[in-house]
């Protein structure tokens, strides 16, 4: 059997009614049709599931993002990335953020240190009242209070706590102590080794502040 493919690509956007009216004539002919163009894939995804499963589902349906934190690639999208899921995270109250490692990094690293956690948490700092730390006993002091100083440099009006423990191996950053991140990988970390970014399901973040709760942390 004779099988011939035939390849169109266009360098500016084409409208997803000529692209549907092409596809349409094509398929007429008895032409199999595969059109790569991500609106019109989306806008016939959505029209199938509505004929399938009605209207409700789809408005039932919720974001779902995650994202790789790749090795060695370039610092500023590693605190983009970080920085638009905080933002989506969008703290209003507080921020508490549980990480062994996060006042851990070497002397020779503290200032470009201090200048990522500025980035990725510059937004949001002015809009809470309270910033929680929750870290491993031993821990830098010093970074620690130039962390600190950044924050009140960010809002001068907000209230730092830290807190100490070995009970929680994993890192999240949990905003209003309802929404929260799951962060592979310490601040120090990015860049360094493949580490997964990813929001998590309210229940998870139920159980994890229950238990912050219980220790007496937050």
């Known amino acids: 059997m004779y099988r011939e493919t035939l390849t169109l690509k266009s360098d500016k956007p084409i409208e997803a009614k000529l692209l549907k009216e092409l596809g349409n004539r094509l398929q007429q002919r008895g032409i199999e049709v595969y059109i790569l163009d991500v609106d019109t894939y989306c806008l016939e995804m959505c029209h199938k599931l509505i004929m399938e499963k009605g209207p409700r589902y789809i408005l039932s349906l919720e974001r779902l993002q995650e994202a790789v934190l790749p090795k060695m690639g370039s610092i500023d999208l590693h605190i983009k990335v970080l920085s638009n899921y905080l933002q989506v995270l969008s703290p209003s109250k507080d921020l508490t953020i549980v990480d062994q490692y996060f006042f851990s990094v070497k002397p020779s690293d503290r200032e470009e240190y201090l200048g990522t956690f500025r980035e990725i948490f510059g937004l949001v700092i002015p809009k809470v009242a309270m910033v929680r730390f929750i870290t491993k006993p031993d821990h830098d002091r010093a970074l620690y209070k130039d962390i600190k100083s950044v924050l009140i440099d960010l809002n001068p009006e907000i209230n730092v706590v830290h807190k100490m423990t070995k009970d929680f191996h994993d890192r999240y950053w949990i905003a209003d102590e309802v929404k929260s ?37 937050i």
């Open 181 to 217: 991140l799951f962060i592979g990988t310490s601040l120090n970390g990015i860049g360094k080794k493949y580490a997964l970014a990813d929001f998590m399901e309210a229940e998870d973040t139920a159980t994890i502040v229950k238990e912050l709760k219980r220790a007496s942390l």
